[in-house]
Structure formats: C-alpha cells, structure tokens
C-alpha cells in the first residue's frame, strides 16, 4: 500500500472505498434516470424527430429528382445481376464459336476428300 493510501475502520483503503461509493452513486444516478418518465418522453420524441426528419429528407430528394442509399444499392445490385447474365451469355458464345469451328474444319476435310 503506498503512503497515500490509508486504511479506513471497515478495513478497505481509502481508494477503495471512495470507488466503491462512486460506483454506487453512479448505479444510483443511472436507475433515476431509466426509472424517469421524463427521460422516457425525451427519447421517443428524440426518435419521432429523427423519423420525420428522415422522411422530409427522403421527399425532399425525391422532389429534386434524386436517388436515395436505397436507391443506388438497389441499382447497384441490378448492375451486378446483369453483369453476371452477360458473362454467361459470353461464355455460351464462346462455346458456340468454337463449335462452329470445329464443324467448318470437318465440312471443310470432307470437302478435300
């Protein structure tokens, strides 16, 4: 225990003890404030405010003409859609390509013989 540290009649040093009731005045502090209805009524309209204020935004970029997160997400994942049924059908082309090919060339040894 260093010098500053003294010893109080329960036996617990000074820093413990004073940690101890900060702890418990904080717990204290926090019940009133989850017990209050006042709290309570300022989070819901806290939460209503932030709801409308989405929405004016969410109309006010639809009234300029503009796309939304969503919007572009939405977007974006079409895209990706696309880009993978175009990679398929490229790949079937190549397929068939090749397979023409290979039948021109055997057209084309029939015709020599």
């Known amino acids: 225990m260093s010098p500053e540290e003294y010893v109080d009649g329960d036996g617990m040093a000074d820093g413990d003890s004073l940690r101890a009731r900060s702890e ?3 717990g204290e502090i926090a019940q ?3 017990d209050s209805p006042h709290l309570h ?3 819901q309209a806290a939460f209503g405010a932030r709801e409308k204020a ?3 935004q969410q109309a006010a970029m639809s009234a300029l003409n503009l796309p939304s997160a ?5 977007l ?3 895209l990706r ?3 993978q049924r175009l990679e398929e059908v490229e790949e079937q082309i190549d397929q068939l390509a090749s397979e023409i090919g290979a039948m021109r060339r055997q057209t084309a040894k029939k015709s020599k013989a």
């Open 54 to 56: 989405i929405e004016a």
């Open 41 to 43: 009524s300022a989070l």
């Open 32 to 34: 009133a404030l989850i």
């Open 76 to 78: 974006e994942r079409r």
């Open 70 to 74: 969503s919007d572009v997400e939405r």
């Open 81 to 83: 859609s696309f880009s």
């Open 24 to 26: 418990q005045a904080i």
